[in-house]
Structure formats: structure tokens, C-alpha cells
């Protein structure tokens, strides 16, 4: 078949206009997405958007999009990328028409950001010299967020703290390995400990439902020895897809909480049966703790008490049920009763209260830690009743003794001088009575010495008062240095002590008084046993 002039000249203009066509297709790509060779130090990040949607991009473009992490490729990913180095973008996109724009980085790099509209597309490219330092900038912020991850993960894992999560519809979907650790110990299934596999038991589960968003609470669950519980302070916050959970192992908490309670109960039983009556004030002075005896003694009411009142208001309430000294000036008394808060504070106030009715109390502060202070009441009437009945027949046994006329003496087993009378001081010139120093047998026996003549009956009667077991009474004469005879007599009394007498002999002293000063007594004195 032979070709004609007009054939050839339609196939040379179809193949011109094909040629045509494919040329202007290129150039059509050439003018909406520049290529790389943009100038000296030019990028080939290049950004087509439109409507939201990212149209394309170079190969570098979508490697800065990788780095960024980002799923899904829109034009919000595009401008989260370029904000931190060029931040004015979303002011120039806000306009509804804009010419071609030029944007400054803002490192002082050079590098800029052109933003040129492509009829209903925009395009963003960077450009000037280290453009390429954003790409390797995000790489750089890729490897940290990497790095920050991994060691995110780590501490999770190794937390103390059990960690774990559960979805909308109320699933496990994670779990750290203190969380494991503990879901294990419920699980009847040996083989599955130590897996890191989501357990099946889920210890918390029952609890889960019942906390409220920030909420925390303190519960137990089971331990792995019989009869034993492990406490945990629970917290709960909303995430994305479900609830993140935390839990702390606060069993030690727990514990002292329990033995400090068991204690405060122990004292409590304790004081409870004390009869004296304990008033605790705190630093505040308001009473924090009382026993069952201060409302004994005090007469006050429990409701009262309870109300944990002032000191000054407990005070005005035992003057009322005249539980209180009778001050002749009670308000001065009550104003300077700071000096008992002052003093039971260093624990060093103690008085007697000698009430209206008779009664006495003793009255004792002690210091608390942190400022508190404790009174505690003791009725003591009794023991000054006695030791007034007690003082009262001392004295009227004392004024018997010094009716006497015989000089009386008596000495403990030991030797000391317990009492003596009047005549006793007056015949040997001492005054035991009021002297500070304890007389004694040896010192009492040097005075009798000083004033008689020379015998040997004072070691016998050293012995008579030493002696142990049962005694006779014992007796003898000496001569006093006037030249008058005196009987010593020793009679053993209870207790082992022993009284010591010394009388005049009527008769023997009117003959004796006949001999002249100058005879001496010869010889040894007869003994006289009686």
C-alpha cells in the first residue's frame, strides 16, 4: 500500500500533537513540583497540599514525614513538621489569597520556606543553604524520642509501682511486671509464673469498677501465706482507649497503723484500770485523753470531758463542784495557774490540793512530746490521815517520855538513837533533839563516859544493844562524877531495839552526899542484877 502525500502529512501532526501533549504533561508536574535543582544549596523537601490533603511530596519530603512519625500523610502532619522552624506559616495560610511567600527560619540558619499557590494547591518548599539540617534535624529528634521511649519503658517495667491498663469494655490489655508479679501469686497455674503474658487472674478486678477518675483508695487482697493480706493504695486516670491504674505496696503503712492501734488500746486498758486519774492536754491546752478515774475524783460529767475542753474552762468547772482549793483570791490564783501548764510542761509540778470537804489530792505534771502535757490526780487522803494520826501519836508519845523523871534512851539494833526525853538531855547535857547529826550508841556512850567515873559496864552494855535473839534486861550502878550513884539499866523493846534508862537511887544518893568531895570509890562497882 502506497502511502500518499496527504497521509503522511495526518501522521506527522498526530505525532506532533502526541509529542506535544506528553511534553506539556511533564511541564504541567514541572511547574507545581519543582525538582531539586532549585539554586545553589537548594532542597528537594517539597510539600504539595491541598484541601487538607497532602498531594505529594520528594522522596526527601516524605523521609522528613517517617521521621515525624507520621501514619497519616495530611496537610496538618506537613505543617506539625515545618512549625518549629518556621512558626509564621499558619499566619500566612490564614489568609484566603496570598501571593508567593517567603518565610525566615527562625535558627539564623539562611535557610527559608517559599509558600507559592498552585491555583487550588499550595506549594511549600524550603529552600537557601542547610536546608538539609531539618531533615537531619528530625532524624536527630526521631533517635532521642526513640531513646526516651526505650527508657520510658524500662523504668515502667522495673517500677515498683503496679501498673496496668484496661479498655473501654473493660479488658487487660496491659500490665508492668510488678503487676504480673503479684497476679501470679493468685494464679493456680505453676507453669504460667514469671511469663510475661497477660495473667488471667486479675487480682484488683472486683475493685476496678468502684473507683472514681483520681480517686484513690486503700484495699487488700489475698497474700501468698494462708491468713495473711497485702494492702495497696490504688489511683485510677482516664486514657485514650480505657483506664491506666497505679498501686503502691503499703503494707508496712498498714502494718504500723495496726500495731500502733494495738498499742493505744493496750494503754488504754492500762490507764483504764490506774486509779489515778490522768487528764492529757495537747499544745492547744485542750484535753485530748482522760481516764474512767478522773471522773471518779473529779465528780465530772463523761459529756463534758468529751468535749475536749480548755484548761482554764476544766478548771472553773472543778471550782464550781468545789473540786479546787479555796483561793481567798481565786482569779489571781487562776491567772498565775499558768505557772502549773509552765511547770508540767518540764515536769516538775507537784502540789497538794487540800479540798473543802476534807479530801487531799496530789496533783503532778509531766511533759508529752510536741508541747503536751499530763496531770495526773492522786487521792492521797487517806495516806495524810494516817500520816497525821501517825505524827499525832508520835508527839503524844514524845510528851509521855519527857513525864518521866528516869532519863530514857532508845537505840536500834544498829546502834543509832531513835528517841530520847527530856531528862535523858538534861541529865547529859546534849541537845538530840534538834541536832542535824544522828547520834549513835558510840557517841552517846563517850558522853556517858565524860561525866561517870571509870567502870567497865559500857562495853557490856555495847554488847546488851548488839545483841540478836531474845535478851534479859540488864542493870548497873556507876557513879557520876558529883559523887552520885545512878542505876543503867537496859531493857530489850520490839523491833530489836533496845531502851536505855538511867535513875536515881533516893537513899543511896542521901548517904552519898555525906562523904567528903575528896574520897574517891575504890575498887570495882558491884553489878546489880534485876
Known sequence: MELTFEDLFVVGLTTAICATLVLGTFRLVDIFLPTSDAGPGGTSLSFLIQ????????????????????VRPESGAVLDVLRPTFPDIDQV?????????????????GKYLRIQPRGEAINLTVQGPHSHDLLYLHQLRTANNNTELSTLRTAVEQNKQLMWEIDISGQLVWANAAYLEVADRGSQDSDSAGMSTLPTVRPFAEFENTLYENSETR???????????DWFDIVQTPTLNGRLFYANDVNNIVRSEISQQHFLKTISQTFAQLSIGLAIFDRRRRLSTFNPALIDLTSLPVDFLSSRPSLDLMLDRLRETRMLPEPKDYARWRDGFSRLETEARNGTYSENWNLPDGQTYRVTGRPHPDGAFALLFEDISAEISLTRRFRSEIETGQAVLDRISDAVAVFSGSGNLVMSNQPYEDLWDSDVSNSLI???????INSWKSRCAPTRIWQSLRGFVQQTGPRDPWSETVMLDDGRPITCQAEPVTGGMTMVRFSFDKGTGRALQEVTDNTAPSGTLQSVKG
Open 219 to 229: 484495699m487488700a487482697i489475698p497474700a501468698s501465706n494462708p491468713g495473711e493480706e
Open 93 to 109: 495560610l490564614a489568609a484566603d489569597r496570598f501571593p508567593s511567600t517567603v518565610i525566615d527560619a527562625n535558627d539564623n540558619s
Open 438 to 444: 544522828q547520834s549513835d550508841l558510840r557517841s552517846e
Open 51 to 70: 484541601d487538607g490533603d497532602l498531594i505529594d511530596a520528594t522522596p526527601e519530603g516524605y523521609a522528613l514525614l517517617s521521621y515525624a512519625n507520621v
